[in-house]
Structures are given as structure tokens and as C-alpha cells.
């Protein structure tokens, strides 16, 4: 098969995946997935938002006879609906990181709104949240698989992903040319004419440090609160025979994102018997 060949097929694959970016299939989007599948480097048993249904469907574009889905890339389930506890919540913005479709708004330290529109219940937003304050729960009752998303909302899924994909190109090549910026003299000239100020004038640099002290104190307490009300609310899970909600199997860019939130709580001083436990397993 020549490379233009296996480009069509991953094509054709991924018109039959259902676009939820879930990375449950172990690869980072669906087009990848696709483009293994196409490869033969991955089995076509391993999405489990398409479900029995999604097998049929790439068993009869492949000619290869329809088999179940692996178990260990997941079940097929009704379509959840991701929902944030606005009591809970501490906008610290991992959750929009993490959502492949940008279903997600809201900024720093502001309360964040899923828009249930556009969620494809991929469950990405669950592990990042350092205070458990995301839900999923099902939204299409009996229906799983196929018959609880859509054709429709499929391709929006995954016109919203690429355009995500492209706004994300643009800011990390933004950010590099500003680095770059930087590295070139940007930061010598402006210390250079700093210095030159406070000679000419005899000023003084102005101790920052008791502002920068306060600010952090005040970030800390602000944070603190809420990780005691997320506790609170795991308490009352726990009686109820109800645990913190975690997924499984996150992609490694989810995962470093999870880890740089551990990572600031502990320089934080928030560590708890939770933060201490290993990270989610992929």
C-alpha cells in the first residue's frame, strides 16, 4: 500500500470515528488513531465512544470481521456531560487546558461554565481538577455508543479540535518568537537603561518582596479555602458511598498538565494524603 493509499484509508477511518478526542483509544486525537489503524499499528477495537456500533463500521470499511471492544481501552457507556461545581471550583483554568474542543470558558480566578452544546463527555477535564469539582454524569440515558452522539456532532467536535490544534500553533510559535525576542538583547538593553536611570537620578531600587510575600499569602489562603470546601464535599460523597471521580488512561499531555498542578500545590504548602498518592495511571 503506497503512502498516498494509507493517507485515504486514515481519512476514510476517521469520517467513521466519532470525534470525541477522548484519547481512550491510547493515542492523543482521533486523527492519529486513525492514521495507526490505517498503519496497522492499532487494532480497530479501541474506541470506546463508538462503540459496537463504531467497530461495524470500520470492520466493513476494512473487510475484517466485526469483534469486541478491548476492555482495556474502555466500555461503551451512555454519553456523559461534564459539570462543574461552581461552589467548588477555583478557576485555575486546567480543566479549558485540557478540553480537546474548547467546551469549556471562563479565566483565572474566575468561576468556569461547561457548554453543554459542544461537551463530547471525553472525561479530559476530570484529572487535572486539583479540587474533584467536575461531575460526569450520563446525559442520554439508555442510548451508548452511536446511538448516543450523532453524525453532526461529530464533525463539529472535530472542526472545533482543529481549530483549537491551530490557535495553539499560533500561540506557541507567538511565544517562541517572543523568547526569542528576548534571547536577541531585548532584556540586556532594557537593564541597561535602567541602570543609567538610577545613576542619572541616584534612585534606589524599591523592595518588592513584602507586596510579592503578601500576594502569594493571599493566593495561599484563597486556595486553601477551597481545597477545605472540596474536602468537605469528598466527606459527603464518602457517606453517600460516593468516591472522587478520576479517569483512567489520560493522554501524556493531560497528565503533565496534572503533574505541574501537583507540583505548585506542593510548593504551595497544600499537600494532603491525596497529593501524596501516585498519579493517575495511563
Known sequence: MTVTDIKILADRIENLLPQTQCTKCGYPACRPYAEAVANGEANYNQCPPGGAEGIARLAALLGKPVIP??????????????VIDEQVC?????????????????????????IAELCTGCDLCVPPCPVDCIAMPPVTGDATGWDAWSQSQADAARTRHDRREARLA???EAAEARAAARRAGSAPAAQATEAIQATQTGATAT???????????????????????????????????QGPLNTERVSADVQAQIDAAEARRRRLGLTDDD????????
Open 90 to 114: 477555583i478557576g485555575c483554568t486546567l480543566c479549558m487546558q485540557a478540553c480537546p474542543v474548547d467546551a469549556i470558558v471562563g479565566a483565572p480566578k474566575q468561576m468556569h461554565t461547561v
Open 170 to 172: 499560533r500561540e506557541r
Open 275 to 282: 497529593t501524596d498518592k501516585p498519579s493517575n495511571p495511563r
Open 69 to 82: 471492544l478491548n476492555s482495556a481501552n474502555g466500555v461503551e457507556r451512555a454519553r456523559p456531560l461534564a
Open 207 to 241: 523592595p518588592t518582596a513584602p507586596v510579592a510575600d503578601d500576594a502569594e499569602a493571599n493566593k495561599r489562603a484563597i486556595i486553601q479555602a477551597a481545597l477545605e470546601r472540596a474536602r468537605k464535599k469528598k466527606e459527603e460523597l464518602a457517606a453517600k458511598g
